[in-house]
Nanobody
Framework: QVQVVESGGGLVQPGGSLRLSCAAS????????MRWYRQAPGKERELVAG???????NYAESVKGRFTISRDSAKNTVYLQMNSLKPEDTAVYYC???????????????WGQGTQVTVSS
């Protein structure tokens, strides 16, 4: 069993900051990558940021320079520091972990339940 749990969402004013956390736990052998997605009402889920096992980050163009993804490998945890937030950042943010549960090349994807981020004055 693997669990992925997000935390840190909330209501923030435009220009403000929030830090999201995502922890993967359970029968984990290795983590290939962890990513943050978001889904706004009426829109498709989109990739926001991700980090590989080697620590290489990637970002959506819309958040570059404002969001920073980081990881604590020892805790199987990733963070998303979100600065200069805009109303269009309002969405449910989901964490996605790609990992293996045993030695070998087979990996699986696990999703968290999501955390709401609302940017509004």
């Amino acid at each position: 069993q693997v669990q992925v749990v997000e935390s840190g969402g909330g209501l923030v004013q435009p220009g403000g900051s929030l830090r999201l956390s995502c922890a993967a736990s359970g029968s984990i052998f290795s983590i290939v990558a962890m990513r943050w997605y978001r889904q706004a009402p009426g829109k498709e889920r989109e990739l926001v940021a991700g980090v590989t096992s080697s620590g290489t980050p990637n970002y959506a163009e819309s958040v570059k320079g404002r969001f920073t993804i980081s990881r604590d490998s020892a805790k199987n945890t990733v963070y998303l520091q979100m600065n200069s937030l805009k109303p269009e950042d309002t969405a449910v943010y989901y964490c996605n972990a790609i990992l293996t549960t045993s030695p070998g090349p087979t990996f699986a994807t696990y999703w968290g339940q999501g955390t709401q981020v609302t940017v509004s004055s």
